[in-house]
């Protein structure tokens, strides 16, 4: 009988990325740009960005580690209910707290959740495929994440253009709870890990052993991690920040239609990962980890146009279709490149490590995201009038951070190759040392 490639709890686990992220779309899409419609001010919407990225940064690992210890579904389950019952808070709070205060809270509490829920949720796909098809696997992820990130941002945009930040929280709770129901029913595969002396005994050793694998026993992992870092520095958060701003305060439309325009945008940086999910998919036997540095130099190339445009362009519309374009290519290029690093760090990574090494690799990869946010905040703030000339800095840092990586990816598979029996080893040895030491 032939072996189907995917089992029916990973497509549980799919169909509640859909709905979850959806709602996490839309809800992160509609705060922050309510935000900036009340404020003007891009140095605030940085500051309060870069804020809400830091328990996200903190819970990351500590959600990798509970991944390896507690079934995942259960921990999928408590985090959907948990984000209702924020954004239900926030609705109630509205009109009695400090707006800032209350925004700044709630996204922190949402990026905080979301960085301990995708732990739990990359770590399940190892248990629940073959090993020859988890690139596969991850580029549905990835594909699944980028559809809800198109739609989420499309709808929100136009819900809140229309009726007002209401409906959009309405519709993200009622999709945070299906969600939850739904992910009841999945069955994961788990084997109970034995427990250490005390909670923080269990964060701090396993914490080590991660950063271990990552910066020793793999070091080529934490070499493209710092690469992948200096990304988000200069590319990433340029994006997150410049997009919304430019859009919506910079260029010369109204107010409801720079909302719509601005949700459409969202869309276009989804699309563009959704395209990137489909071709990973497709090509997933030709693409191979070691050329994988080339898609990061297509992405910095890809930032000069959006600088280069507002410059020589007068029409609002020409540069948000370039400003669009543009964002759509780097999301397909952006995309292929970290759905073959994911599943290079899930095949390397043993399975008792896999919850904690990826939680600890999408920590250091977060780690420059709010100094980002909150320097571009600042930069656009500073340089009114003169917001090409940021975006195209970003891209000069980004193409020379890019350039400068090639050489750390195509050593991913080599090194890989030389050092796997001495890992191996390396790892059953700590793991031995800490049975006796439980024991």
């Known amino acids: 009988m032939k072996q189907?490639?995917?089992?029916?709890d990973f497509f549980l686990v799919v169909i509640g990325q859909i709905i979850?992220?959806?709602?996490?779309?839309a809800i992160r899409f509609a705060l922050p740009l309510y935000l900036l419609n009340q404020t003007g001010s891009s140095a605030l919407y940085g500051t309060v960005t870069a804020c809400a990225f830091i328990p996200a940064i903190c819970l990351s690992p500590i959600g990798g580690i509970i991944a390896d210890r507690v079934n995942k579904r259960n921990i999928m389950v408590i985090l959907d209910f948990s984000t209702a019952a924020v954004i239900t808070l926030f609705f109630l709070l509205t009109n009695s707290i400090n707006l800032i205060l209350l925004l700044t809270v709630t996204l922190m509490l949402l990026y905080g959740i979301y960085g301990?829920?995708?732990?739990?949720?990359q770590a399940s796909v190892p248990a629940l495929v073959q090993p020859e098809y988890i690139l596969q696997a991850n580029s549905i992820i990835n594909m699944i994440s980028s559809l809800a990130a198109l739609i989420g941002p499309v709808l929100g945009g136009i819900l809140y253009s229309a009726y007002g930040l209401t409906p959009v929280l309405f519709l993200c709770i009622v999709c945070f709870i299906l969600s939850a129901v739904m992910e009841l029913f999945i069955k994961i595969p788990f084997v109970r890990q034995p427990a250490g002396n005390s909670i923080?005994?269990?964060?701090?050793?396993?914490f080590s052993v991660s950063l271990h694998f990552i910066w020793k026993d793999k070091s080529v992992i934490g070499?493209?991690?710092?690469?992948?870092?200096?990304i988000n520095l200069f590319l990433s958060s340029m994006i997150i920040v410049g997009l919304p701003y430019m859009v919506t305060e910079v260029l010369d439309f109204t107010p409801a239609a720079a909302n719509k325009l601005y949700g459409f945008a969202e869309g276009a940086l989804a699309a563009g990962g959704l395209a990137g999910g489909l071709c990973a998919g497709i090509f997933a036997r030709?693409?191979?980890?070691?050329?994988s540095g080339s898609f990061i130099v297509i992405c910095a190339i890809c930032v000069f146009?959006?600088?280069?445009?507002?410059?020589?362009?007068?029409?609002?519309?020409?540069?948000?279709?370039?400003l669009t374009v543009c964002c759509f290519l780097i999301m397909i290029f952006s995309t292929l490149f970290s759905v073959q690093v994911m599943a290079f760090v899930q095949t390397e990574t043993p399975q008792r490590l896999i919850g904690k090494v990826i939680s600890v690799t999408l920590t250091v990869t977060l780690c420059a995201q709010p100094l980002g946010n909150a320097l571009y905040g600042l930069l656009f703030q500073v340089c009114d009038g003169f917001e090409y000339a940021v975006i195209l800095l970003a891209g000069i840092a980004s193409l020379l951070i890019s350039f400068k990586s090639k050489g750390i990816f195509r050593g991913f598979v080599n090194h890989a190759g030389e050092h796997d029996v001495q890992n191996r080893t390396k790892e059953d040895k700590i793991h031995k040392n800490s049975l006796k030491i439980e024991k």
């Not at 301990?116 to 949720?121: H, I, L, S």
């Open 116 to 121: 301990a829920y995708q732990p739990a949720v």
């Open 286 to 291: 030709k693409l191979t980890i070691e050329k």
């Open 200 to 206: 923080p005994h269990i964060i701090k050793d396993d």
């Open 4 to 8: 189907q490639k995917f089992s029916r």
């Open 223 to 230: 070499k493209g991690l710092l690469a992948v870092c200096g």
């Open 20 to 25: 979850s992220l959806f709602g996490n779309a």
């Open 305 to 322: 146009p959006m600088g280069i445009a507002p410059a020589l362009l007068s029409s609002p519309i020409a540069n948000y279709v370039v």
